[in-house]
């Protein structure tokens, strides 16, 4: 499980990480939720009903298909923007399997110009700069420690040394 603020690189994590291992699948919330054709509701910092239903709904989806395709044989890295106690949620779904939540943390600074280069998303990425800025001071590093997450502060680090961290730790 990788969570972080939009722009903290768990996407580009997830697919090197899994490029290390024989069989990997990678399942990014934010797909999930893309696949609705109508009534999609957007990230929003006011939690309207339906955006956190539908949130929900991705995020068991997501929890149902990690536990599939591992007990397949997959390593299977799912990447969200989740708080500690979001983990709780689709661990239900995980019973039996080895779960490692990782929590990347790169400063705010490096996150907004990250969130700025990033390219092939649907949407421009800089609408997402005052949700970032917003996120980012609700989501304390101390937060997930205590919750038994993995904290990588990646800001001085690309993605391959992000990469090697998680396999070396």
Do not use: C
């Amino acid at each position: 499980m990788l969570s972080g603020s939009p722009g903290a690189g768990k996407s580009s994590v997830a697919r090197a990480l899994l490029g290390h291992v024989p069989h990997g699948l990678h399942l990014p919330v934010d797909d999930l939720r893309e696949l609705v054709v109508s009534g999609r509701v957007g990230p929003s910092l006011d939690h309207p009903p339906e955006a956190v239903r539908q949130f929900g709904l991705a995020r068991r989806a997501a929890a149902f298909h990690a536990r599939l395709y591992a007990e397949a044989g997959f390593a299977v890295v799912v990447d969200d923007v989740l708080w500690p106690a979001d983990l709780d949620t689709m661990a239900l779904h995980w019973q039996g399997l080895e779960v490692r939540p990782v929590f990347l943390n790169p400063s705010l600074a490096v996150t907004q110009a990250r969130n700025a280069a990033r390219t092939g998303k649907t949407f421009d990425p800089r609408i997402l700069e005052p949700m970032i800025a917003a996120l980012y001071p609700t989501m304390p590093p101390a937060d997930y420690l205590a919750a038994g997450w993995r904290v990588l502060n990646t800001s001085a680090l690309s993605v391959e040394d992000t990469v090697e961290a998680l396999l070396s730790g």
